[in-house]
């Protein structure tokens, strides 16, 4: 079992900047891939980028390329996505992901799942 709690949502002025957190906890995160995933209104859950905890590898959504940023910290658990040139299009709640094996962009191969962080940004 898996534990995922993020953290650092609220609101934002476009093209301002946030970085979201996600501590984990539970059995041997480090042989999990994290990813991050966000859910507007009325929309299905979208992929933003996701991060091995062993390979290090990483990568982002075609539509936040350039401009959000995961990263992670393995003494501490946990994992960023740091965000900048925010827009308005970007406002959804954002959730915190595990699986075992390579980085994915399918929402449905992701057992674990955070509670989810709400970013707001305004025009």
């Known amino acids: 079992q898996v534990q995922l709690v993020e953290s650092g949502g609220g609101l934002v002025q476009a093209g301002g900047s946030l970085r979201l957190s996600c501590a984990a906890s539970?059995?041997?995160?480090?042989?999990?891939?994290m990813g991050w995933f966000r859910q507007a209104p009325g929309k299905e859950r979208e992929f933003v980028a996701a991060?091995?905890?062993?390979?290090?590898?990483?990568y982002g959504a075609d539509s936040v390329k350039g401009r959000f940023t995961i990263s992670r910290d393995n003494a501490k658990n946990t994992v960023y996505l740091q965000m900048n040139s925010l827009k308005p299009e970007d406002t959804a709640v954002y959730y915190c992901?595990?699986?075992?094996?390579?980085?994915?962009?399918?929402?449905?191969?992701?057992?674990?799942w955070g509670q989810g962080t709400q970013v707001t940004v305004s025009s």
């Open positions: 539970g059995r041997t995160v480090s042989a999990y891939t």
């Open positions: 991060i091995r905890w062993s390979g290090g590898s990483a």
């Open positions: 992901a595990a699986r075992l094996g390579a980085t994915s962009t399918a929402a449905a191969e992701y057992r674990y």
